[in-house]
């Protein structure tokens, strides 16, 4: 799609032929990609942006770099939800090759698999399976009865996904209008899982709206899970029964979250840290190798002296 | 059903023809319901009844207006319970119309349709989809695959439903008898969702006892919430992932729950509130556009003060 | 298998054709079962166990009994696990009898029954449901649509389970090797549910990594509950939903367990014990009939005076 169509999409009247690949953040974009600006925060990544067009306000536009051109609107991030469904792919492909399946893989009844999808050799794909469109699994990987796998994710070899849960649901995004609608972000990513992942049952992972929504060899999800979109699990990681994870978030490798705890969306955790049962993150966690409790989250020793203080109140 | 069946089939001797159509609250109860008094914290509401029967002990039957016949017993929760069985619909239609499904929407492999179901236009029902009897969904709504939808349930245009979540699922609803055994109370209500309403991928949402669980057009609910029975979510409202809200709660338009934060159930919440992530409700919430946090609950800031106060207790 | 099929395919050298039917605990195993000593606190369970043979290091080595056979390695655990690979039963069966249905049971479209699996009369097996090998199911039971059962469950008479829960996944096993792989425990065990029980929707139910994960009658499981494998839970036990339980811990009966409420792993909790929602509970109860709240747990009476006392803070 050239930058003038999308331009005129959102009732702008800008004249470029250039063609728009894609939408991405400030950040990552490519040269082929159009992003946006809507929080100050970032106007540093603003100056050092890559992207062919940005979307952002008059305010800030003069500190659009002199190869990126601005779309100048009130509303950015209103307005890149509204182009998000531009480059939405379909729900279901209607055209396409058939799927392919490797050798040694047993396919259930009532499994659907879409157009373009790629199973490799040795999977079991168990009935009620789904698994949509552009989808690629790799070797040796089984898929329990009633998993959804969205269109356009990967899985790798040596997998196990136990039934019911969903990979590459729609990320929660949405921009706001002045009379109070919610405007969707099409989730245009997809989700990534490595190689020897193993995923309980009925857990959620979002796709990512833009790029991916990761999740890395090695890593062990027990039940009920929930990750947000644009996620990064790291190899070795381990994360307990309804935990769950707001998007963006980034655990480095062989973080351990307990039972039912939680993160907030855009944090980094480092490796080897530990979370506790019911621990709620809210800031990155720079240092390694650290355990952490509570809500809010303290030195888990500190968090079971300060469980003592607390009960001498009842003295 | 006569009130007299009714009667008998709890071992009542009544004479009366009067045609019951179903249970329901004391306060909502037409002229030909049947509705119930347990707790004596209700009995205003008994005086003004217009319900055509109540079951009701000895000891309150006083407060029975005129027009409404006592149905006097020892347990009349317990009598309800048993009750409610006799108006549970079937669980499978086997009589009534096929469905009807509108131009342009595309209906899936492996999706079942039951009687009398009714889809619009424009719509996408994906593989592995259950709707049961009596469905109605609206003009472009996409139901993702393995997602259920119990009969009688209503789904409205431009809605969005993720892989896996289950709409209509019985509210949590019984009744003790004196020797421990859980009597079920048929869960004979509905769950009506609105339109431009997106629920993501494994979410609960249990129709009502009575009358109708509520989804207002415009709300967004992220993945694994649970909405217990007779809940009513208004326009607007956003639901992060693994909020859990017992039954009969209404939320008022534009409130705002935080990831993984609770309410309990019979509860108010006033427009524009916000729950933080992890806060726990337990009253109602009159005031409007305030902002909570923490269990017990506590105004946000009043919280962020406290937990400082806290932390100094390691001091 | 012999024992010393199984020695050879760790590394060991033993010669002894005694058979092995399986893998168990220091206490419940048989003659005919191999079982593991890790840690240390188990010393005395090594000193009374039956089994035919221990993995065990050698320090400890010298505790095994007479009449069984020490497997001397420097990681039972892990030799555990991968031991367990060589126990575990197919994904699916591709011999063995077709499934039988009885009289007046209901199979809708898309419902799979592995081999031999036995329905009692009377069911209802709506649409979308999985039904492994080997599964039995007793009379008058309905399966929601979407709901997974795994193989060699079992499910008992007059149960209800609503719409995508999930019985028998694996538990959340395995063992580390010192370059930070994971050696999945395969769960070799089951799920048995009694009679008269009802589980919401979304819910998973482990199977048991030996023997079996028990769902007693009388059961009242609410949506989104999350059970670890070898739980027991008990008659008349009450799961609000959202629930989380660690592996190995039992519910003794009429434990009632609030919204949100959860459990460490291999702990008990007395007969009528209440845990209010959001409660936390760590460490066993012994004393029945108890009200507990919090996280850290509390008397629940304690625990409203704990907060009166933390919100005085404030002052």
């Given amino acids: 799609m050239t930058l003038q169509e999308i331009a005129n999409y959102i009732g702008l009247d800008i004249t470029s032929d250039k063609e728009i690949t894609g939408l991405n953040t400030l950040t990552d974009s490519t040269e082929f990609e159009l992003t946006f600006l809507e929080n100050k925060k970032y106007l540093s990544d603003l100056k050092n942006t890559k992207a062919a067009a940005v979307l952002v306000t008059q305010e800030n536009s003069s500190e659009v770099p002199q190869n990126t051109i601005a779309l100048i609107c009130d509303e950015p991030y209103l307005m890149l939800a509204k182009i998000s469904k531009l480059f939405a792919p379909n729900v279901i492909e209607m055209d396409g090759e058939k799927p392919l399946v490797g050798g040694g893989t047993k396919v259930m009844p009532n499994v659907y698999i879409g157009k373009n999808s790629v199973i490799g050799s040795d999977c079991t794909i168990m009935a009620g399976a789904f698994i949509g469109d552009n989808v690629t699994i790799g070797n040796n990987t089984i898929i329990y009865p009633n998993v959804t796998i969205y269109r356009d994710c990967k899985v790798g070899n040596d997998c196990i996904i136990h039934a019911g849960t969903v990979v590459g649901s729609d990320g929660f995004g949405f921009a706001n209008t002045k009379d109070g609608k919610y405007i969707k972000i099409y989730q245009n990513g997809n989700v990534e899982i490595g190689n020897d992942v193993e995923i309980g049952a009925n857990c959620t992972i979002d796709r990512a709206v833009f790029k991916t929504t990761k999740i890395d060899s090695g890593v062990r999800i027990d039940n009920l899970v929930h990750i947000g979109h644009n996620c990064k699990i790291s190899s070795g990681c381990i994360l307990v029964s309804q935990v769950g994870l707001s998007g963006s978030t980034t655990l480095h490798p062989y973080v351990v979250m307990g039972g039912q705890s939680a993160t907030a969306g855009h944090l980094e955790i480092a490796p080897f840290t530990t979370i506790a049962a019911r621990g709620g993150v809210t800031k990155t966690i ?30």
């Fill in 286 to 315: 720079h240092e390694p190798k650290k355990q952490w409790a509570g809500f809010p989250l303290f030195e888990h020793r500190q968090w079971l002296k300060l469980q003592g203080k607390i009960s001498n109140l009842l003295k």
